[in-house]
């Protein structure tokens, strides 16, 4: 009976510390997130249009992009300067807070869905450009495993510019130019109407 007893407190024990050590993990990592804030929002859902929403994207991918900027791979001015002195462990906790929030998803025009959405499902065969969704997720969550951000929700400004610079050659982190190819053959119209419409995928 002793022995029972002992094993259970050695188990109530040893789940007390591991729920003690999760909140102050979770605690250091909000910590280490407020300074993101000012520019991704607290809770990784930005308030300017021009940087991009975090909460929900995969760990991996916000992993992957901070360690891109850190080394040169991915420029831009602040974040240049913000992931310089971030340890792979700063990276780890950043993006794992900012997984594990909310996104906010808005809303656009009825008359402004057809266009882009043609393009998010569809793609443009005459043009060889495929279907967003094939690598995004008809609801834009992205695939972890392969590595292809979710992109529910994301500012339509951001997305713009993001596929500009995939089309100019300014941003070249896409694995075998994949998004360069693609962007590449959208024309601005078709950029502003698949990024509006990404911008309301839920």
């Known amino acids: ?29 909000r910590t280490k997130a407020a300074p993101c804030g000012a520019c991704h929002g607290l809770t990784g859902n930005s308030p300017t249009p021009l940087w991009p929403n975090l909460a929900g994207q995969h760990p991996a991918y916000t992993t992957a992009q ?54 998010y499902r569809g793609g443009n065969a005459d043009k060889g450009v495929p279907a967003c969704m094939a690598c995004h997720g008809p609801n834009g969550i992205g695939n972890a495993p392969a590595g292809y951000p979710a992109l529910r929700g994301q500012h339509a400004e951001y997305t713009k510019k993001q596929l500009s610079e995939y089309r100019s050659g300014t941003r070249s982190t896409d694995p075998n130019s994949m998004m360069r190819t693609i962007a590449e053959r959208l024309t601005d119209a078709e950029i502003d109407a698949v990024a509006s419409y990404i911008s309301a995928l839920h």
């Not at 807070?97 to 009825?110: D, H, L, M, R, T």
């Open 1 to 29: 009976m002793q022995t029972r007893k002992t094993v259970i407190l050695a188990l109530v024990t040893s789940l007390a510390t591991g729920l003690a050590v999760n909140a102050a993990q979770a605690q250091d990592a």
């Open 66 to 119: 901070l360690k891109a900027f850190k080394s040169g791979a991915r420029r831009d001015p602040n974040m240049d300067a913000m992931s310089a002195t971030l340890s792979d462990q700063d990276i780890e906790d950043l993006a794992g807070f900012f997984a594990a929030q909310e996104a906010n998803v808005g809303s656009i025009a009825p008359e402004s869905v057809a266009a882009g959405q043609a393009i």
